[in-house]
T-cell receptor, first 115, second 114 residues
Framework: DTAVSQTPKYLVTQMGNDKSIKCEQN?????MYWYKQDSKKFLKIMFS???????INETVPNRFSPKSPDKAHLNLHINSLELGDSAVYFC??????????????FGPGTRLTVL | GQQLNQSPQSMFIQEGEDVSMNCTSS?????WLWYKQDPGEGPVLLIA?????ELTSNGRLTAQFGITRKDSFLNISASIPSDVGIYFC???FGPGAGSYQLTFGKGTKLSVIP
């Protein structure tokens, strides 16, 4: 039983293409997140959704658009991919954003390589 | 944005040795979390701390929430090869603080020599 799952695990694509990454959690959590981990392993928050509503939108290019069809799913669509988008993208979820018990559970990651 | 200073950046230790790493912040946190990331995997939560001064163990791991609420440390006793990975601290301001996300340290890369 995978708590937070992401697809695909690996994504190799050409510059300029559009791609999507999907995330699903079966923990019954209200809040989901997207993180980007660069080559130096630094984890940077990109977006957060609570019950399908956007609550965090860090400084991320407009080419990145998250979509949450329901509170168990948070997808990430990237338009016009650039070389600098190459990274590992992690989805995470937590019980709720407005509680002290904000333990976040991470998916296995999607390694995106832009050629 | 808020930064956490995590040290050391990397460690090479002999199997069986104890390990200590810490995180400091210029701001007060209400929650400290410690994660471990294995190669090719996502971070896995090890220990969560909610009260200043709290000392919590998880097997050979022990973590403490600093009294000032600006720091936390993680100890690993009697290290084994599977302890290899990157350890991250993360702080959370808590509800009502105007900030909803976790702030992560830059990680401590642990290597264990058999």
């Amino acid at each position: 039983d995978t708590a937070v799952s992401q697809t695909p695990k690996y994504l190799v694509t050409q510059m300029g293409n559009d791609k999507s990454i999907k995330c699903e959690q079966n923990l019954g959590h209200d809040t989901m997140y997207w993180y980007k981990q660069d080559s130096k392993k630094f984890l940077k928050i990109m977006f957060s959704y609570n019950n399908k509503e956007l609550i965090i939108n860090e400084t991320v290019p407009n080419r990145f658009s998250p979509k949450s069809p329901d509170k168990a799913h948070l997808n990430l669509h990237i338009n016009s991919l650039e070389l600098g988008d190459s990274a590992v993208y992690f989805c995470a979820s937590s019980q709720s954003w407005d509680t002290v018990y904000n333990e976040q559970f991470f998916g296995p990651g999607t390694r995106l390589t832009v050629l | 944005g808020q930064q956490l200073n995590q040290s050391p950046q990397s460690m090479f230790i002999q199997e069986g040795e104890d390990v200590s790493m810490n995180c400091t912040s210029s701001s007060i946190f209400n929650t400290w979390l410690w994660y471990k990331q294995d190669p090719g995997e996502g971070p896995v939560l090890l220990i969560a701390l909610y009260k200043a001064g709290e000392l919590t163990s998880n097997g050979r791991l022990t973590a403490q929430f600093g009294i000032t609420r600006k720091d936390s440390f993680l100890n690993i006793s009697a290290s084994i090869p599977s302890d290899v990975g990157i350890y991250f601290c993360a702080g959370h301001f808590g509800p009502g603080a105007g900030s909803y996300q976790l702030t992560f340290g830059k990680g401590t890369k642990l290597s264990v020599i058999p």
